[in-house]
Nanobody, 124 residues
């Protein structure tokens, strides 16, 4: 079992930055790919960014490419999402997720474990 706890959300003005953290528990965390997803009010949950088990491969949704950076610290069992140049359309609840496979996916259905989410609100 893997438990995930997100933190770092909040209210920020457009153009600002936030860093989300996802702390994981479980012995097998280091072998899992990780992902960040988000869900805005009235919309479906969507993929934001993913990272392989080693951290050597990262991939992003087109809407955040060049602005967001995903990383992981295996020693701390933590995954991060650095969000820069935030826009009002980035407002959503952000979820961390773990994929039991090493290279991950953009598909929600491929992720076995989910955190409770953290709210990010970007004001214009």
């Amino acid at each position: 079992q893997v438990q995930l706890v997100e933190s770092g959300g909040g209210l920020v003005q457009a153009g600002g930055s936030l860093r989300l953290s996802c702390a994981a528990s479980g012995r097998t965390f280091s072998s899992y790919a990780m992902g960040w997803f988000r869900q805005a009010p009235g919309k479906e949950r969507e993929f934001v960014a993913g990272i392989s088990w080693s951290g050597g491969s990262t991939y992003y949704a087109d809407s955040v490419k060049g602005r967001f950076t995903i990383s992981r610290d295996k020693a701390k069992n933590t995954v991060y999402l650095q969000m820069n140049t935030l826009k009002p359309e980035d407002t959503a609840v952000y979820y961390c997720a773990a994929d039991r496979r090493p290279y991950g996916s953009r598909l929600l259905s491929e992720y076995a474990y989910w955190g409770q989410g953290t709210q990010v609100t970007v004001s214009s």
